[in-house]
């Protein structure tokens, strides 16, 4: 689930993005922990960039509410508190109920079967005990459904809000606790597709309720190195 920045697309510069893309991928598959310090050297080391471009890269992270840049302290993984949990799925039932309520029984039998097929990997990630990939995609559904809303403002409130709810899955979700459960998603899908758009709705907001109530505490794992953990998108 690559995300673009919102920098502006005439001025590309594919290192920087590559940068952006890593530690925004990371944060949302819970390969960096809240409150994770980001040092330009070691991200310029495990990038195989110069520090300038770290520094961009993450300048358009802080610019989009993914990490904290502070000066004269640095950049690091926001930790989120219980009160910004609130705020954070308060905000998603809102929009995304929204959303499934437009998109209920208007979306073709290809988009249909484009959702089913996210919900069928990350099944198969969870299955194979992949817990990155099924985060990615589980994002990646969420992410779906407000592309398809054809709203470019939805899709931008997804993008900022999904990594705070990771970092908040990470840091309070109870040991075991699938971070989406893939039912709900397969329900949702019917949902959509059955063309009520109230029943679609209650059906969006009775998931991310239930995603909501199962943060209930213990700490964060620690990560790998910055330098290891970005190993592979240093260019060949």
């Not at 926001?78 to 499934?100: L, T």
Request: one cysteine or more.
């Amino acid at each position: 689930m690559p995300r673009r920045s919102a920098a502006p697309a005439a001025v590309p510069d594919t290192a920087t993005q590559r940068v952006y893309d890593g530690i925004y991928g990371a944060i949302v598959e819970h390969r960096l922990a809240p409150g994770t310090r980001l040092r330009e050297q070691e991200l310029a080391e495990g990038f195989g960039v110069s520090r300038t471009v770290v520094r961009q890269a993450l300048q358009r992270l802080a610019a989009d509410q993914v990490i904290a840049l502070e000066h004269n302290k640095g950049a690091t993984v926001p930790q989120p508190d219980r009160a910004q949990a609130a705020q954070v799925f308060d905000a998603r039932q809102v929009i995304e109920g929204d959303i499934a309520r437009r998109l209920a029984g208007q979306l073709s039998a290809e988009q249909i079967e484009r959702l089913r097929a996210l919900v069928a990997a990350e099944q198969a990630a969870q299955a194979r005990s992949d817990k990155a990939s099924a985060v990615r995609l589980s994002g990646q559904f969420h992410r779906e459904l407000a592309v398809l809303a054809g709203n470019p403002l939805f899709v931008r409130w997804i993008d900022e809000l999904l990594p705070l709810t990771s970092l908040l899955i990470l840091q309070y979700q109870r040991s075991g606790h699938p971070g989406c459960v893939t039912h709900r998603h397969d329900e949702l899908i019917a949902a959509l597709a059955s063309g009520t758009p109230a029943k679609a709705a209650a059906e969006m907001r009775r998931h991310l309720q239930e995603l909501a109530r199962s943060l209930d505490g213990g700490p964060a794992p620690a990560g790998l190195p910055l330098r290891d953990l970005f190993a592979a998108y240093r260019e060949g």
